[in-house]
């Protein structure tokens, strides 16, 4: 008898021979023709786990599991319920800037295979604040959560920056369950300057006077502990909801083999798991607000390591790229059986049960 392969794992070889924009685009496509039909409804039968062991509630929303797809993916807020469709918890579109904008030349998304990883400096490259916000507002939007990442056009000075996140946010503000400030991106020139705490504190300041809630800050992982600390105290002056640890960092690992490591942009996938597990940890010992950890999920044990070291939620891209439309079900599934061999009644009993 042969060997039951799936369909992911069969494609894989041809999917990877091709440029992985095209790909994306591909994939993107297809997603957006099954959504509004009844192929969607058979995907949800095929891929979504409902168990109330793995609900979780967090900054006053209700997730059906804490698996979500992660900022990047779904740039446009185009395929939305396709991939709540495949099991996923929350869908988090973006980043969406005030301006529409092309981001950086081609190519600039490389896979990393003999890593386990991508490289990626895109630049925001999204159909703009009014294009996005009115396609969401006529969008029928999935039963999970939906989050919104926000960031900042590329030809808005840094001084015009609580401006232009503002107008984006107003843009999607009616549809959005919740909404993430992206000061951290390694792709956006000047960016991650806007993590410095008068910059910040504007920015956010600015979106809750429009009404941004609830309102999530990304970290970076190339900020020093000093650094991390600064935010969280200021997050918690500020009475931001959750914080999402962390973005793509620009440092590389030594122990990346792949002859793409020496590219430029953000280095996502299997080699970030321990930092950025590392950092979950760090963040949530030192607060009580959510914690969304994300970097490095391929599995189920990669999952439940975050959140027993104090992530509500989490999320994945690259894991996604690499293990196929199967990989939230997977995961979900694995996660129960995690908790069962542990004797946690549910996935909230599990949060940060590995810290001190």
């Known amino acids: 008898m042969w060997p039951r392969i799936s369909p992911y794992r069969a494609l894989k070889p041809l999917l990877f021979s091709l440029p992985p924009e095209t790909v994306h685009g591909v994939v993107s496509t ?38 979500g797809i992660a900022a990047g993916f779904d740039k446009n807020a185009t395929v939305p319920r396709a991939l709540a469709a495949l099991g996923f918890g929350h869908v988090e579109v973006g980043g969406v800037t005030a301006e529409a904008q092309a981001g950086n030349p081609r190519p600039r998304l490389f896979r990393l295979p003999a890593d386990d990883a991508l490289i990626n400096r895109m630049g925001f490259n999204n159909d703009g604040a009014d294009v996005v916000g009115e396609r969401l507002d006529r969008t029928d939007l999935p ?69 941004a809630a609830p309102l999530l800050v990304k970290l970076s992982p190339d900020l020093a502990e000093p650094a991390i600390e600064d935010s969280i105290a200021l997050a918690e002056e500020l009475g931001i909801d959750g914080l999402i640890a962390t973005n793509t960092p620009v440092d590389r690992p030594d122990t ?27 963040v949530a010992e030192r607060t009580e607000l959510p914690v969304v950890g994300v970097g490095g999920i391929f599995t189920a044990e990669d999952a439940y390591r ?4 104090g992530a509500s939620l989490i999320q994945l891209y690259t894991g996604f790229v690499f293990r196929g439309p199967a990989i939230a079900r997977v995961i979900n599934e694995g996660l129960l059986a995690l908790l069962e061999r542990d004797g946690f009644d549910s996935v909230e009993d599990a949060v940060g049960a590995d810290l001190d």
């Not at 808005?156 to 946010?169: G, I, N, V």
């Not at 996502?268 to 597990?277: F, M, V």
């Open 30 to 67: 297809g997603l957006r023709a099954v959504q509004g039909t009844p192929v969607e409804g058979a995907l949800a039968r095929r891929y979504a786990v409902d168990d109330a062991r793995l609900a979780i509630d967090a900054f006053g929303l209700e997730f059906p599991n804490p698996v």
């Open 143 to 211: 039963a999970v959560p939906v989050g919104v990442n926000v960031g900042k056009s590329k030809t808005t000075p840094l001084s015009d920056a609580a401006d232009d996140y503002a107008y984006t946010y107003d843009r999607v503000a009616d549809a959005g369950d919740y909404f993430v400030v992206n000061v951290s991106s390694p792709n956006t020139p000047g960016l991650r300057e806007l993590q410095q705490r008068d910059a910040l504190e504007r920015i956010v300041l600015r979106l809750q006077d429009a009404g």
């Open 256 to 282: 990346l083999r792949d002859s793409n490591r020496t590219q430029e942009g953000g280095l996502s996938g299997r080699p970030l798991e321990p930092r950025a597990t590392e950092i979950v940890r760090f």
């Open 306 to 309: 975050k959140i027993r070291a």
